[in-house]
């Protein structure tokens, strides 16, 4: 399988429904995304789950060569580019398909982790940053982006011993981040979601669902 666009793939209006989980690490993301695409599944809708970085052949290479380098081996635009150039891909080749096939996409991580993560916590500036995305992207935005708000101790402790180039960084860094997020969220509301990462699990779960039913309700 390639990962080309197919011919006749639309640039324009879309069908389906994009939503997005994005958090610092160890924000529990990936459990949140896979529980509400098995919510979805149940009851019958077309699903398609699946990430940044990371989420095409392409995206897989770029993955490895961003995160499991030597700790400066990327510089930080460099950086940047590299997850603008796995999103570009990724929309290009599994996003914008499964949408105009009316599917609901739900991506572990989006445009707002390069933002938090670049523009705020590496300082590229926000808006350069999202604007480097944008054109990655043509544009796409998510309906809804689910921040699952996470401190950098909780974090730390969450994620555990395994820690990739990116999660290695320190406290303040994971700080600049968390506000990097809670920034993009407080500046369009309606487009957001923020939940307190360290609720349980059902709670957050049922807050998802709440939301992602009224979004389903309006469509
Ligand atoms: P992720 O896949 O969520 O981590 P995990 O290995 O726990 O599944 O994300 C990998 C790292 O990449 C994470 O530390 C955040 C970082 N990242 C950015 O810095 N910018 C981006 O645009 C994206 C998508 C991820």
Known sequence: ?????????????????????????????????????????????????????????????LRELV??????????????????????????????????AGEIVITDRYLDSSVAYQGAARELGHGEVRDLSL????????????????SPEQGRLRRGATHDRVEREGDDFHLRVRRGFLDLAGQQPERYLVLDAQEPQPAIESAVRERVRELLERR
């Open 1 to 61: 399988m390639t990962d080309q666009p197919p011919a006749d793939a639309p640039r324009g209006g879309r069908r389906g429904l994009f939503l997005a989980v994005e958090g610092g690490d160890g924000a529990g993301k990936s459990t949140q995304a896979d529980a509400l695409a098995r919510w979805l599944g149940e009851q019958g809708y077309a699903v398609r789950r699946t990430r940044e970085p990371g989420g095409t052949g392409l995206g897989r290479s």
């Open 135 to 150: 054109w990655a992207v043509e544009g796409l935005l998510p309906d809804l982006t689910v921040v699952l708000d996470v």
């Open 67 to 100: 995160l499991h380098g030597e700790d400066g081996s990327v510089t930080a635009r460099a950086e940047a580019l590299i997850f603008a150039a796995d999103r570009a891909h990724h929309v290009a080749t599994v996003v914008r398909p499964a949408l105009e």
